[in-house]
Protein backbone atom coordinates (compact mmCIF):
# COMPACT_ATOMS: atom_id res chain seq x y z
CA UNK A 1 0.00 0.00 0.00
CA UNK A 2 1.02 3.48 -1.21
CA UNK A 3 0.68 5.96 1.95
CA UNK A 4 0.77 8.72 0.33
CA UNK A 5 -1.36 7.94 -2.47
CA UNK A 6 -3.69 6.56 0.23
CA UNK A 7 -3.32 9.82 2.54
CA UNK A 8 -4.10 12.06 -0.47
CA UNK A 9 -7.31 9.61 -1.11
CA UNK A 10 -8.45 9.19 2.76
CA UNK A 11 -8.28 13.24 2.78
CA UNK A 12 -10.49 14.20 -0.41
CA UNK A 13 -12.93 12.27 1.40
CA UNK A 14 -14.13 14.30 4.39
CA UNK A 15 -15.48 17.54 4.23
CA UNK A 16 -13.13 20.28 3.57
CA UNK A 17 -10.16 17.87 3.28
CA UNK A 18 -9.70 18.18 6.90
CA UNK A 19 -9.26 14.87 9.26
CA UNK A 20 -7.44 14.78 12.82
CA UNK A 21 -5.20 12.30 12.95
CA UNK A 22 -7.00 9.67 14.78
CA UNK A 23 -9.72 9.54 11.59
CA UNK A 24 -6.13 9.58 9.43
CA UNK A 25 -4.76 6.35 11.15
CA UNK A 26 -8.69 4.28 11.71
CA UNK A 27 -8.77 4.74 7.75
CA UNK A 28 -5.37 4.02 7.20
CA UNK A 29 -5.93 0.90 9.10
CA UNK A 30 -8.98 -0.09 7.46
CA UNK A 31 -7.55 -0.02 3.56
CA UNK A 32 -4.34 -1.59 4.79
CA UNK A 33 -6.01 -4.34 5.58
CA UNK A 34 -8.79 -4.79 2.95
CA UNK A 35 -6.29 -7.27 0.71
CA UNK A 36 -4.61 -6.74 -2.37
CA UNK A 37 -7.09 -4.76 -4.36
CA UNK A 38 -6.39 -1.53 -2.46
CA UNK A 39 -2.51 -1.96 -2.51
CA UNK A 40 -2.14 -2.60 -5.83
CA UNK A 41 -4.46 0.12 -6.70
CA UNK A 42 -2.38 2.95 -5.03
CA UNK A 43 0.89 1.09 -5.99
CA UNK A 44 -0.46 2.11 -9.71
CA UNK A 45 -1.84 5.40 -9.03
CA UNK A 46 1.46 6.27 -7.13
CA UNK A 47 3.65 5.01 -10.18
CA UNK A 48 1.99 7.69 -12.05
CA UNK A 49 3.89 10.19 -10.20
CA UNK A 50 7.08 9.38 -8.84
CA UNK A 51 8.68 11.82 -7.00
CA UNK A 52 5.30 12.15 -5.17
CA UNK A 53 5.99 13.85 -1.56
CA UNK A 54 2.61 15.35 -0.01
CA UNK A 55 4.57 17.05 2.40
CA UNK A 56 7.49 19.16 0.49
CA UNK A 57 5.25 19.33 -2.78
CA UNK A 58 2.72 21.55 -0.74
CA UNK A 59 -0.23 18.83 -1.18
CA UNK A 60 -1.37 18.15 2.46
CA UNK A 61 -0.95 20.73 5.21
CA UNK A 62 -0.55 20.16 8.69
CA UNK A 63 -2.31 22.23 11.31
CA UNK A 64 -4.90 21.63 13.70
CA UNK A 65 -3.91 17.66 14.89
CA UNK A 66 -4.61 17.12 11.64
CA UNK A 67 -4.01 16.58 7.91
CA UNK A 68 -5.65 18.38 5.29
CA UNK A 69 -5.35 18.47 1.40
CA UNK A 70 -4.64 21.40 -0.46
CA UNK A 71 -5.87 22.82 -4.22
CA UNK A 72 -2.71 21.52 -5.32
CA UNK A 73 -2.81 18.04 -3.69
CA UNK A 74 -6.65 17.61 -5.00
CA UNK A 75 -5.23 18.45 -8.76
CA UNK A 76 -2.25 16.10 -8.18
CA UNK A 77 -4.76 13.26 -7.28
CA UNK A 78 -7.07 13.89 -10.34
CA UNK A 79 -4.33 13.91 -12.48
CA UNK A 80 -2.99 10.51 -11.25
CA UNK A 81 -6.90 8.83 -11.30
CA UNK A 82 -7.29 10.69 -14.83
CA UNK A 83 -4.43 8.32 -15.85
CA UNK A 84 -4.93 5.49 -14.45
CA UNK A 85 -8.29 5.37 -16.10
CA UNK A 86 -6.93 6.37 -19.32
CA UNK A 87 -5.12 2.98 -19.15
CA UNK A 88 -6.88 0.00 -20.48
CA UNK A 89 -7.61 -2.64 -18.57
CA UNK A 90 -6.42 -6.21 -20.06
CA UNK A 91 -8.44 -9.03 -20.09
CA UNK A 92 -7.19 -12.02 -17.88
CA UNK A 93 -5.87 -14.97 -20.43
CA UNK A 94 -8.78 -17.02 -19.08
CA UNK A 95 -11.49 -15.15 -20.67
CA UNK A 96 -9.67 -14.08 -23.85
CA UNK A 97 -11.30 -16.02 -26.95
CA UNK A 98 -9.47 -18.48 -28.67
CA UNK A 99 -8.47 -18.37 -32.17
CA UNK A 100 -11.35 -20.00 -33.64
CA UNK A 101 -13.76 -17.58 -31.63
CA UNK A 102 -15.02 -19.68 -29.03
CA UNK A 103 -14.45 -18.31 -25.29
CA UNK A 104 -11.34 -20.13 -23.71
CA UNK A 105 -11.49 -22.38 -20.82
CA UNK A 106 -11.83 -21.30 -17.42
CA UNK A 107 -9.92 -23.22 -15.31
CA UNK A 108 -11.48 -25.64 -12.64
CA UNK A 109 -11.87 -23.68 -9.20
CA UNK A 110 -12.37 -25.99 -5.61
CA UNK A 111 -15.66 -25.55 -3.24
CA UNK A 112 -13.45 -24.84 -0.72
CA UNK A 113 -11.63 -21.78 -2.57
CA UNK A 114 -14.73 -20.66 -3.97
CA UNK A 115 -16.03 -20.02 0.07
CA UNK A 116 -13.15 -18.71 1.10
CA UNK A 117 -13.11 -15.98 -1.14
CA UNK A 118 -16.64 -15.24 -1.10
CA UNK A 119 -16.22 -15.35 2.44
CA UNK A 120 -13.36 -12.94 2.56
CA UNK A 121 -14.88 -10.17 -0.19
CA UNK A 122 -17.89 -9.91 2.96
CA UNK A 123 -15.48 -9.16 5.15
CA UNK A 124 -13.54 -6.47 3.08
CA UNK A 125 -16.97 -5.36 2.19
CA UNK A 126 -18.04 -4.69 5.67
CA UNK A 127 -15.24 -3.02 6.84
CA UNK A 128 -15.05 -0.72 3.81
CA UNK A 129 -18.52 0.07 4.50
CA UNK A 130 -17.17 2.24 7.15
CA UNK A 131 -14.77 4.24 5.19
CA UNK A 132 -15.97 6.76 3.32
CA UNK A 133 -17.91 6.13 -0.25
CA UNK A 134 -15.59 8.79 -1.98
CA UNK A 135 -12.07 6.74 -0.99
CA UNK A 136 -12.63 3.68 -3.17
CA UNK A 137 -14.16 5.99 -6.56
CA UNK A 138 -11.65 5.56 -8.97
Do not use: C, H
Not at 78 to 101: K, L, N, Y
Amino acid sequence: MNFQVTVLKILVSYPDGFAVMADLKRDMAILATSGRDWAERTKRLAARVPDLDIFSQGLVERLNGGWRITDKGRSVLEIMEARSAAVPATEPPSIRATSDSTPAATPAVSPVATGRRKRDRKRRRRDLAVIRPAILTP
